[in-house]
């Protein structure tokens, strides 16, 4: 059983930058595509990035591309991602979730798409403006 903790959460002001962090254990997390979702108060869930088992696939929702950036860690159970550029609309908490997906070039951030079977407990982002 795969287990999921993010970190590097916090407060930030409007134009600052975080890094989250998704660390694992339990499994061989290599084997897994990586994706974060965030849902802010009184709104649906959102997907915000992802990553392959292989890292060559990433895919970013319209509102952070260019400002946020996931990658996997040379740790082989860490998934980071730094956002920059942060607004009051990207306050949210964010979730880090695994599919088992191994040697895969696949990874979606649809919202309940039914792949992500594993998730972190979640880590509350506040952007103040």
């Known amino acids: 059983q795969l287990q999921l903790v993010e970190s590097g959460g916090g407060l930030v002001q409007s134009g600052g930058s975080l890094r989250l962090s998704c660390e694992a254990s339990?499994?061989?997390?290599?084997?897994?595509?990586i994706a974060w979702f965030r849902q802010a108060p009184g709104k649906e869930r959102e997907g915000v990035s992802c990553?392959?088992?292989?890292?060559?696939?990433?895919n970013y929702a319209d509102s952070v591309k260019d400002r946020f950036t996931i990658s996997r860690g040379t740790a082989k159970n860490m998934v980071y991602m730094r956002m920059n550029s942060l607004k009051p609309e990207d306050t949210a908490v964010y979730y880090c979730?695994?599919?088992?997906?191994?040697?895969?070039?696949?990874?979606?951030?649809?919202?309940?798409?039914?792949?992500?079977?594993?998730w972190g407990q979640g880590i509350q982002v506040t952007v103040s403006s």
């Open positions: 979730a695994a599919d088992w997906a191994p040697y895969s070039s696949f990874c979606t951030i649809v919202p309940h798409n039914g792949r992500y079977n594993s």
């Open positions: 990553v392959s088992s292989t890292g060559l696939t990433k």
């Open positions: 339990g499994s061989t997390f290599e084997h897994y595509a």
